[in-house]
């Protein structure tokens, strides 16, 4: 059962003349001068799970940038809702957790149907810095991008925990394989839609696999993907709500399955190819090391060489047998 509590604007709001300058950008920090009115048509989207310590503030400074703030409470246990809504935003309040994928999607089709032009997306654990959103949404306002990333490792990675970097550049590169696309940070949450990826989020994901589905759904489509440099702040009171490592193998699990289904000859033929050459080479070794004058037989690599090929050559069938498949069903059908 979803319960969904809206705080609606004053009406006032909806006649006023918007009056839009372009910001003064330096280094990582965007200063958007006083008094100027955030861009119409320009919605934040924040998913949030027992964030009652920080969501206020996020609030507060994100509505300096975009027109609306929506709040999707998924289900905490804590005053996220009432923190947020005293801040000034619009709440959809979850009676139980959902997961990210859930919360976010449905945030920004609640968006999509307030007619907003752009949305913006950020997390609600005070990592990102909403003074940045000039820079993440601009090109999507400006129509030169679908999807804008804001990516941590454009520029210096210094304040990333080497853990961190490690995990993210081996999903990085599973995304893009599976998307075919090169992106430098596909779990970001800091990202921009256009209202052409708004009204395609027909995709389904689960939990902190959303950022990666994303991409993989809006580069199937052909959309525009960009990424613009962005800074984390990682000393957050709640930091991350799962585990990294369950976390990075979860996002792992998913784009493995995806990779399998969209490229199974990149999946199950490459690593075939390299068991059958693996396997032969080492044959070829043991009997080398026979016939050299030894007269000893290497049995256990013998047969574990044996198996490495039969087990590539399986590998090799099923990958032209699961391609075939692919190729069939992308045939039109008449």
């Known amino acids: 059962m979803v319960t969904t509590k809206i705080n609606e604007p004053p009406a006032s709001q909806e006649n006023e003349v918007v009056k839009t300058q372009s910001?003064?950008?330096?280094?990582?920090i965007i200063f958007v001068p006083e008094?100027?009115?955030?861009?119409?048509?320009?919605?934040?989207?924040?998913?949030?799970?027992?964030?009652?310590?920080?969501?206020?503030s996020i609030v507060l400074r994100t509505r300096q940038y975009v027109e609306r703030v929506i709040v999707v409470d998924d289900g905490s246990s804590d005053?996220?809702?009432?923190?947020?809504?005293?801040?000034?935003?619009?709440?959809?309040?979850?009676?139980?957790?959902?997961?990210?994928?859930?919360?976010?999607?449905?945030?920004l089709r609640y968006a999509h149907n307030m007619g907003?032009?752009?949305?913006?997306?950020?997390?609600?654990?005070?990592?990102?810095?909403?003074?940045?959103?000039?820079?993440?949404?601009?090109?999507?306002?400006?129509?030169?991008?679908?999807?804008?990333?804001g990516s941590r490792f454009l520029k210096k990675t210094s304040g990333i925990p080497k853990y961190r970097q490690v995990g993210q550049k081996t999903l990085?590169?599973?995304?893009?394989?599976?998307a075919k696309?090169?992106?430098?940070?596909?779990?970001?949450?800091?990202?921009?839609?256009?209202?052409?990826?708004?009204?395609?989020?027909d995709f389904r994901s689960d939990g902190y696999n959303v950022e990666s589905d994303m991409i993989n759904h809006f580069s199937k489509l052909g959309f525009s993907i960009q990424e613009v440099p962005i800074t984390v702040k990682y000393d957050v009171p709640h930091k991350h709500k799962k585990n990294p490592v369950l976390h990075g193998?979860?996002?792992?699990?998913?784009?493995?399955?995806?990779?399998?289904?969209?490229?199974?000859?990149?999946?199950?033929?490459?690593?075939?190819?390299?068991?059958?050459?693996?396997?032969?080479?080492?044959e070829m070794w043991v009997f080398a090391e026979l016939y050299?004058?030894?007269?000893?037989?290497?049995?256990?690599l013998a047969i574990g060489s044996a198996f490495i090929m039969i087990t590539g050559m399986l590998l090799v069938v099923a990958g032209l047998i699961l391609n075939t498949l692919v190729v069939i069903m992308k045939e039109p059908h008449h």
């Open 116 to 149: 907003c032009k752009a949305a913006v997306m950020l997390d609600g654990d005070g990592q990102h810095d909403p003074r940045e959103i000039p820079r993440v949404a601009g090109l999507v306002m400006e129509g030169k991008a679908d999807l804008v990333i």
């Open 79 to 107: 005053r996220t809702s009432d923190v947020a809504k005293l801040a000034g935003a619009e709440v959809i309040r979850l009676d139980a957790n959902t997961g990210k994928a859930y919360a976010l999607l449905l945030g």
């Open 249 to 282: 193998f979860g996002v792992l699990t998913q784009l493995v399955n995806l990779i399998g289904y969209r490229r199974p000859l990149l999946l199950f033929g490459l690593p075939g190819f390299i068991f059958i050459v693996g396997g032969m080479v080492a």
């Open 181 to 201: 696309s090169k992106v430098t940070d596909s779990q970001s949450g800091f990202r921009a839609i256009s209202c052409k990826a708004l009204e395609n989020l």
């Open 23 to 28: 910001p003064i950008i330096s280094s990582h």
């Open 35 to 56: 008094g100027d009115i955030p861009p119409k048509g320009l919605i934040a989207v924040i998913p949030a799970y027992n964030e009652e310590l920080v969501i206020g």
């Open 292 to 300: 050299a004058g030894g007269g000893s037989f290497h049995y256990l």
């Open 172 to 178: 990085d590169l599973f995304t893009n394989i599976g």
